[in-house]
């Protein structure tokens, strides 16, 4: 964990429990000595690439959280740079509830599973939508994928703030078609 996720996430109602149930030092330590932890190294990088989904949550109007699942070919969030990641967003169900949630507050929070490996990365960011112009026609063009009838409407961009790596303790493994079908490949060879 890093120092920039815990600034965001350890707030005082969270370091309360955290005395209370005995992980405030450990935590402490990683605020005073842990690394920055806001910038994507080589793992990260190979990782959210290898994904082909990922859930995003914002806040309302209302304060109300809401988490949308957002889903495409691995590779679809792109690694812009260390910084930065992106997509294409896809027309859905037309209800628009992530994008009007984010004009009014552009924090997000990403959930990235691997249910194989059993490990999960949450992400802290900023997302600027695009969308309109011959700007972001530039950008989702850039960051569309080959798949056959997705109509993107608008590229999203997120600007980390922060991330952190869970603990596999509780991930109960899934596997999608194509990784069975792999598996099956491997003990019949």
Same mark, same amino acid.
């Given at each position: 964990?890093?120092?920039?996720?815990?600034?965001?996430?350890?707030?005082?109602?969270?370091k309360?429990?955290?005395e209370?149930?005995?992980?405030?030092?450990?935590?402490?330590?990683?605020?005073?000595?842990? +690394?920055?932890?806001? *910038?994507?190294g080589?793992?990260?990088?190979?990782?959210i690439s290898?994904?082909?989904?990922?859930?995003?949550?914002?806040?309302?109007?209302?304060?109300?959280?809401?988490?949308?699942?957002?889903?495409?070919?691995?590779?679809?969030? *792109?690694?812009?740079?260390d910084?930065?990641i992106?997509?294409?967003?896809?027309?859905?169900?037309?209800?628009?509830i992530?994008?009007?949630?984010?004009?009014?507050?552009?924090r997000?929070?990403l959930?990235?599973?691997?249910?194989?490996?059993?490990?999960?990365?949450?992400?802290?960011?900023?997302?600027?939508?695009?969308?309109?112009d011959?700007?972001?026609?530039?950008?989702?063009?850039?960051?569309q994928?080959?798949?056959k009838?997705?109509?993107?409407?608008?590229a999203?961009?997120?600007?980390?703030?922060a991330?952190?790596?869970?603990?596999?303790?509780?991930?109960?493994?899934?596997?999608?078609?194509?990784?069975?079908?792999?598996?099956?490949? +491997?003990?019949?060879?």
């Open positions: 964990m890093g120092r920039r996720f815990a600034e965001v996430a350890f707030t005082p109602h969270v309360k429990l955290q209370l149930h005995g992980s405030r030092r450990q935590y402490h330590r990683v605020e005073e000595f842990g +690394e920055p932890g806001d *910038r994507l080589p793992y990260e990088r190979t990782f290898g994904r082909d989904g990922f859930y995003m949550a914002t806040v309302s109007e209302t304060g109300w959280p809401y988490i949308q699942f957002r889903g495409g070919p691995k590779g679809f969030l *792109r690694v812009l740079d910084k930065t992106g997509f294409a967003d896809l027309r859905g169900n037309k209800q628009y992530s994008v009007g949630n984010l004009l009014h507050d552009d997000v929070c959930f990235l599973m691997d249910y194989v490996e059993q490990q999960r990365l949450k992400i802290y960011g900023r997302a600027r939508i695009s969308e309109g011959e700007e972001s026609q530039a950008l989702i063009r850039k960051l994928t080959e798949e009838n997705s109509l993107p409407e608008r999203m961009v997120i600007q980390i703030e991330f952190d790596w869970n603990c596999p303790q509780h991930i109960t493994p899934r596997f999608t078609l194509e990784e069975l079908d792999a598996l099956e490949k +491997e003990d019949a060879g």
